[in-house]
């Protein structure tokens, strides 16, 4: 028996050595050439311990940056709900919402903020290598996430008081966009977070696998349109739009906003961490054996 486990330690050992290799292997191409597999996971995998390495102060402070530049989205959405509000139907509005949706996303992600389901992903990723653990790993998505929510919560409040100052949208209109994001059943949020998880870690991984700029702003705007324009749940922007909706309206209570907010945070996560990281990363092992 005993045999039997160093036998199993040594194997896993080495398919442990052979993946490092392999990834090692891995160099940069030229730019007319687009990356492999290896070198995408290989960067991914580097930017993700990077990240560990960080100190949590300055991890705090980037995902508080990350949740205050993701309220310019829903600044341009309330806008933008406000300025067509009778004048094309309310469904209508939401489906052009998905123009000015990747504004923030664009500001997070090139100004290289921590925003919890863009770096979902790419954070599992040194814990499926063996380079970190699933407490770390847990512990920097609560940092991450802390930040992330308080900015959100800032946001929220310069929101709800500025808007109506500056006569761009009322609170109506906040109301509306809470409601039309939170009145779903647990499930349908869930698999609708799960598939929003999932295009974030994706994101992710195309970002990496471009070589300029231009081409990552389109890769962004891309994916997050086709986030917004199917209404899919983003935790992160859901996070200002319901809780603004909850210290401007009667219509939000806490109970909704704490249930919808965690099962976001679950389902975002979900999508990430299995749909992403752990199918890329295991095509990557069974290449490798």
């Known amino acids: ?4 486990i160093e036998y199993e330690k040594k194997e896993k050992k080495q398919e442990q050595t052979d993946i490092d290799k392999k990834l090692d292997a891995s160099v940069e191409s030229e730019d007319a050439i687009p990356k492999s597999h290896g070198e995408i996971l290989k960067q991914q995998i580097i930017e993700g311990q990077e990240i560990y390495d960080k100190n949590p102060l300055s991890l705090l402070l980037s995902s508080f940056t990350a949740g205050l530049e993701i309220g310019f989205s829903y600044l341009l959405l309330c806008t933008l709900y406000s300025f067509l509000y009778g004048k094309v139907a309310e469904d209508t509005i939401f489906k ?5 949706y990747p504004v923030g996303f664009i500001m997070v992600i090139l100004g290289q903020s921590i925003l919890f389901t863009e770096q979902t992903s790419l954070l599992t990723l040194p814990v499926l290598n063996n380079k970190r653990t699933v407490v770390s790993l847990l512990k920097l998505w609560s940092l991450v996430i802390l930040g992330n929510l308080f900015g959100g919560y800032l946001m929220a409040f310069i929101m709800v008081w500025i808007g109506p100052k500056l006569g761009i ?4 209109t906040i109301e509306a966009i809470a409601v039309h994001v939170s009145t779903y059943s647990i499930w349908v949020i869930l698999v609708s977070a799960i598939l929003a998880g999932w295009l974030m870690g994706l994101l992710s991984w195309l970002v990496a696998a471009s070589k300029d700029t231009l081409s990552r702003i389109a890769i962004i705007f891309m994916i997050t349109a086709v986030l917004a324009f199917a209404g899919l749940h983003h935790s992160i922007v859901g996070n200002v739009e319901v809780f603004s909706g909850l210290i401007s309206s009667p219509k939000i209570t806490w109970s909704a906003y704490v249930a919808f907010q965690s099962v ?18 295991r095509a990557f092992v069974y290449d490798v054996k």
């Open 1 to 4: 028996m005993k045999s039997q």
């Open 96 to 100: 052009l919402m998905s123009f000015v």
């Open 264 to 281: 976001a945070l679950i389902g975002n996560a979900l999508g990430g961490a299995v749909f992403v990281a752990l199918l890329k990363y």
């Open 169 to 172: 949208f009322d609170l109506r």
